[in-house]
Nanobody
Framework: QVQLVESGGGLVQAGGSLRLSCKAS????????MGWYRQVPGKQRELVAH???????NYADSVKGRFTISRDNAKNTVYLQMNSLKFEDTAVYYC?????????WGQGTQVTVSS
């Protein structure tokens, strides 16, 4: 089992920045892809960004150039630096980790961007 604890969400004005963190604990050996998803009420959860154990990244088109995903393998932590935030970035952000064919989710952290 892998436990994920997210932090860093909150309320920010449009144009501002936030940094999300997600720390993995438990059976962390062989953790693979780490990523961030987000969800708003009434819509499907969508991928924001993910990063492989080797550091390759992938971003949703809507966040390219504004968000940066990174990971610290020694700390088993993935980060999401969010700059130039827009109202439409408002959502619950979920951390996701893949390990040996299993997918694990964090509890979610609310990001609210005021216009």
């Amino acid at each position: 089992q892998v436990q994920l604890v997210e932090s860093g969400g909150g309320l920010v004005q449009a144009g501002g920045s936030l940094r999300l963190s997600c720390k993995a604990s438990g059976s962390i050996f062989s953790i693979g892809v780490m990523g961030w998803y987000r969800q708003v009420p009434g819509k499907q959860r969508e991928l924001v960004a993910h990063i492989t154990s080797g550091g390759s990244t992938n971003y949703a088109d809507s966040v390219k150039g504004r968000f940066t995903i990174s990971r610290d393998n020694a700390k088993n932590t993935v980060y999401l630096q969010m700059n130039s935030l827009k109202f439409e970035d408002t959502a619950v952000y979920y951390c996701n980790v893949g390990r040996l064919g299993w997918s694990y989710w964090g509890q979610g952290t609310q990001v609210t961007v005021s216009s």
